[in-house]
């Protein structure tokens, strides 16, 4: 019932852009967190960036601090990852995930999420 999927991967040049987009149903994006998670070849999954679907709070990988943005938008069930100035280093599958939330809770570790998406794939090269 509670279903994820992850849409807007591709190839990008570095300094490049790409929005993620995350389609969730099947809940109510006010009760929830969700995460954006990304899992590099050979290396464990990471989370990337929040947010608390209550109150729009954010948190942000020190890595992708100042390049990612988080956002929602609720009347389309939505949550979206905006990717700048990208660089090699940022190819991954990147996953979106949710849990239940309290209100203004943000959670920023893999093993706090319970539903997640099967992932887009985003690949930064010349």
């Known amino acids: 019932q509670l279903q994820l999927v992850e849409s807007g991967g591709g190839v990008v040049q570095p300094g490049g852009s790409l929005r993620l987009s995350c389609t969730t149903s099947?809940?109510?994006?006010?009760?929830?967190?969700i995460g954006w998670f990304r899992q590099a070849p050979g290396k464990q999954r990471e989370g990337v960036s929040c947010i608390s679907g209550s109150d729009g709070k954010t948190s942000y990988a020190d890595s992708v601090q100042g390049r990612y943005i988080i956002s929602t938008d609720k009347a389309k069930n939505t949550v979206y990852l905006q990717l700048n100035s990208l660089k090699p280093e940022d190819t991954a599958v990147y996953y979106c995930?949710?849990?239940?939330?309290?209100?203004?809770?943000?959670?920023?570790?893999?093993?706090?999420?319970?539903?997640w998406g099967p992932g887009t794939q985003v690949t930064v090269s010349s």
């Open positions: 995930a949710a849990r239940f939330a309290s209100r203004g809770s943000i959670y920023q570790k893999t093993s706090d999420y319970n539903s």
């Open positions: 099947g809940f109510r994006l006010d009760d929830y967190a």
